[in-house]
């Protein structure tokens, strides 16, 4: 087939603030009463959204294996890929930045415990950035970020962490009987605030440490995650004033759940990584756009792609910021 690159694409039709977002003219969503519309601006590159993992991808069907990914033989794709591969493309539509931060293991604890200290790397050059799980992705892809945060009333200078709450049951459920905070969705704001959160979370299951129960989160186990069971139980007390939960019902879940977390903005489809994500995605990126699409990732990679030595690198310390980059622009 030819191939078919993605230059630039023009801003998408849904205003940053409008009050109602009603796409192709069914279904209806309208700003909340009393929210501020804060955002009116496009971020466009100060605005970031990053995948991480340990694992390479890098075979037959997976996101940077060398065979072109494509639905005639969908049984051969991963369907975590589907989900790294929708990210870059949102952030391609929005004009954002995208990453992709291939991370190393720890000997005591799960990669993911890497979270907070790459979410506050990613800071260091942007004012706001938002974290996915691979099995995590936008339901709407032409529904800009500034206009969920609007939507969600989120104030950079005091909302210095959003995530969604989980869904309602006894194994979601911190050692105070709360709701824990979803961290496969995270929202993070540049603030001298967020910066030392994301300091306490990365040490929190360290022997010693301030919370001497949260290296019983090293590893997960059910009912017991792991990175999210230390901020769950311990970090979001610490700045509860700085946290906001996101309702499940918009930013968690998926319809075949059957619980009250349908996923209307984001879906996080936590037990449908090899079918129920294909679906999701194969309605986003039909038919040949996906191989088009997984070429140009291919060879798009090394300008997203990065490796938690470089992030610990001078590397990254000459890599552009984008801190007020848009904002001076717009200006």
Not at 84 to 91: D, E, G, M, P, T
Request: proline residues 6%; glycine residues 6%.
């Amino acid at each position: 087939m030819r191939n078919f690159f993605i230059e630039k694409i023009s801003p998408p039709s849904v205003k940053l603030d409008t009050p109602k977002y009603k796409p192709y003219g069914a279904f209806e969503w309208k700003f909340p009463e009393g929210a501020k519309k804060r955002w009116t601006k496009p971020l466009g590159k100060n605005l970031c959204i990053f995948d991480l993992d340990s694992r390479p991808f890098d075979e037959p069907g997976q996101i940077f294996g060398r065979k072109v990914l494509t639905w005639e033989k969908p049984e051969e794709i991963h369907g975590l890929s589907l989900g790294v591969l929708q990210h870059w493309l949102f952030a391609k539509i929005h004009g954002y930045k995208y990453y992709y931060v291939k991370t190393g293991d720890f000997q005591d604890r799960r990669a993911s415990w890497k979270k907070p200290f790459i979410i506050r790397k990613m800071l260091e050059k942007h004012e706001t950035c938002v974290y996915m799980d691979s099995d995590a992705i936008f339901n709407h892809m032409d529904l800009p970020v500034e206009w969920l945060l609007n939507y969600w009333d989120i104030d950079a200078k005091k909302d210095l962490v959003s995530l969604s709450i989980d869904p309602k049951a006894e194994h979601n459920r911190d050692k105070k009987g709360k709701l824990y905070d979803n961290t496969g969705f995270v929202i993070a704001q540049n603030h001298p605030v967020t910066f030392n959160m994301m300091d306490d979370w990365a040490v929190c299951a360290d022997d010693g440490g301030k919370h001497p129960d949260c290296v019983d989160y090293r590893t997960v186990a059910f009912g017991r995650p792991s990175d999210q069971g230390g901020f769950g139980n311990f970090i979001r007390y610490d700045y509860k004033d700085s946290v906001k939960e996101l309702p499940c019902s918009e930013a968690n879940g998926f319809p075949e759940d059957r619980s009250e977390c349908v996923g209307t903005f984001v879906k996080h489809l936590w037990s449908g990584k090899s079918d129920l994500i294909k679906i999701a995605i194969g309605q986003q990126i039909p038919g040949a756009f996906l191989e088009a699409f997984h070429r140009q990732i291919l060879a798009e990679k090394d300008e997203f792609y990065w490796t938690e030595d470089e992030l610990n690198s001078e590397k990254w310390e000459n890599a552009p910021s984008w801190l007020g980059a848009d904002q001076k622009k717009s200006s």
